[in-house]
């Protein structure tokens, strides 16, 4: 079965930086195109980047241009996030999802999510 595991959350200080990882297994993860989107308490789920099966498309939400960068590796089925200059509002559940079809930063998009890791920015 599809299944998306995220790992390297945790708790940084403002101006810092991690690396998110999401693993897939259970699908053909070269053919499809993934995103990260995240959740902050009391808001809605949030678009942060997009990658294309290829890579040679990737987008980002306004809020995270030019300190994020998502890359992906298809011999090893995983997608990264990386962060930097981690800012307090930064901090919410990450998720790693796989686009059906449709709008790239649009929630409904996408098929199936992992189970999120928690990032944490302290000031």
């Known amino acids: 079965q599809v299944q998306l595991v995220e790992t390297g959350g945790g708790l940084v200080q403002a101006g810092g930086s991690l690396r998110l990882s999401c693993a897939a297994s259970?699908?053909?993860?070269?053919?499809?195109?993934m995103a990260w989107f995240r959740q902050a308490p009391g808001k809605d789920r949030e678009f942060v980047a997009y990658?294309?099966?290829?890579?040679?498309?990737?987008y980002y939400g306004d809020s995270v241009k030019g300190r994020f960068t998502i890359s992906r590796d298809n011999a090893k089925n995983t997608v990264y996030l990386q962060m930097n200059s981690l800012q307090p509002e930064d901090t919410a559940v990450y998720y790693c999802?796989?686009?059906?079809?449709?709008?790239?930063?649009?929630?409904?998009?996408?098929?199936?999510w992992g189970q999120g890791t928690q990032v944490t920015v302290s000031s």
């Open positions: 990658t294309s099966w290829s890579s040679s498309m990737r």
């Open positions: 259970g699908f053909l993860f070269s053919s499809y195109n």
């Open positions: 999802a796989r686009l059906r079809g449709g709008s790239s930063d649009y929630e409904k998009s996408y098929d199936y």
